[in-house]
């Protein structure tokens, strides 16, 4: 094993990176980091600049061993369990993956060290080097006039493609005849097994949507799979079951798309408005919880919903015995488990209401409670 001199890494920037190889969201983030970091070892101005540290909280030498063979990075020895439980301290790592970046020669130390490594390496990708506060800056300024420039063809289309693939293949549809409807982004997969649930479903409130807004000719609905399937022939057996629109298969944009939403897993939709401005992420979940009542998403028809469902659970019992779980569950509102959760039963994400367990954190939607009475003879 090649050992390297701390002093080496001085003057350089230098990552911290936290994590484990039996956690998936670690895994998961140390290929997207393993790509930048080769990606900017391949860069030669960059290349003496910059260098990773892995800080391990794998379990034995063995997990340890596996994990860093992935990495062409640095690593503290795992022996060395002090500095490890060191730097967790020093740097406040609550969660991982984590990644925390140390910029060289300032002398202010708050901004010398960044903390959300993670969230900007997902987000920016190579572009988030040299992480200084300049170059963030200049980010988030292109990143906001972006947003504030997006339409469907600029995200839906490139150079050489401006049309969308619908049905009977090798029917096409142009991305401009979308112009003036509520658009959802649904980025899924064949391979996907929660998305084995929720296409299915969304195929149902699609067409419910589409009834309701029948004979209506200033506002429609339609769906663009966004698919990340393996190969072509499962894209095209999945899309096949989908009445809706899709990007062709492989389609640079498709990436693309994924970045900018901040996608960081599958199913998800996203609902851009008739101007082709972002109206919400969380499609997903307003679909599980509204069903078609979620259409046209915006908030101020969330707002409805949501006072709606207040209404109704004045009404529901406080407390409730759920088939299937030994503990009593609790009726708490948003913000109480913390927001988004995932139904225990349906396995949905849910937000807002839920029948949550105070001991153990079981919750599920209100709608999945399946009541049982307690005999006290049993
Ligand atoms: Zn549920
Ligand atoms: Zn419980």
């Given at each position: 094993m090649t050992q390297v001199k701390v002093s080496e890494l001085e003057g350089k920037v230098v990552g911290l990176y936290f994590s484990a190889n039996w956690y998936s969201p670690c895994t998961k983030f140390t290929n997207l980091l393993v790509n930048v970091y080769q990606q900017l070892k391949e860069c030669s101005n960059i290349n003496l600049g910059f260098e990773i540290v892995f800080v391990s909280s794998d379990e034995d030498l063995n997990a340890f061993n596996t994990y860093r063979s992935s990495m062409p990075w640095l690593a503290i020895p795992f022996s060395d369990l002090e500095t490890r439980r060191a730097l967790t301290q020093k740097f406040d790592v609550e969660g991982i993956p984590c990644l925390i970046v140390l910029l060289p020669n300032d002398d202010k130390l708050d901004t010398a060290v960044i903390k959300d490594g993670v969230e900007l390496v997902y987000r920016?990708?190579?572009?988030?080097?040299?992480?200084?506060k300049e170059r963030l800056d200049e980010l988030r300024k292109k990143e906001k006039e972006k947003r504030d420039n997006q339409t469907l063809s600029s995200l839906l289309t490139h150079d050489a493609r401006d049309v969308l693939s619908g049905h009977p293949s090798p029917k096409q549809v142009s991305v401009a005849s979308l112009k003036g409807k509520t658009v959802g982004l649904y980025f899924s997969a064949q391979w996907c097994n929660p998305a084995k649930k929720f296409t299915p479903r969304l195929i149902s409130v699609y067409k419910k949507i589409k009834q309701q807004l029948e004979?209506?000719?200033d506002e429609d609905f339609e769906i663009v799979f966004v698919s990340s399937d393996h190969n072509q022939v499962d894209f095209t057996t999945y899309f096949e079951t989908m009445p809706w629109l899709a990007i062709p298969f492989?389609?640079?944009?498709i990436k693309a798309l994924a970045k900018y939403f901040d996608i960081r897993g599958i199913p998800s939709l996203v609902i851009l408005g008739p101007d082709g401005k972002t109206v919400t992420k969380q499609g997903r979940s307003l679909i599980n919880l509204y069903k078609e009542n979620a259409y046209p998403f915006t908030k101020t028809r969330i707002d409805i919903l949501e006072k709606q469902m207040d209404e109704i659970a004045k009404g529901l019992p406080k407390t409730e015995n759920h088939s299937g779980h030994r503990h009593e569950l609790t009726l708490v509102p948003e913000g109480h488990g913390g927001g988004a959760f995932i139904c225990c039963d349906c396995d949905e994400q849910g937000y807002g209401w839920a029948y949550q367990c105070l001991e153990c954190g079981y919750e599920v939607h209100p709608k999945c409670v399946k009541p049982v009475r307690h005999d006290p003879e049993n």
């Open positions: 920016y990708g190579v572009q988030a080097f040299p992480f200084t004979g209506k000719d492989d389609d640079p944009t």
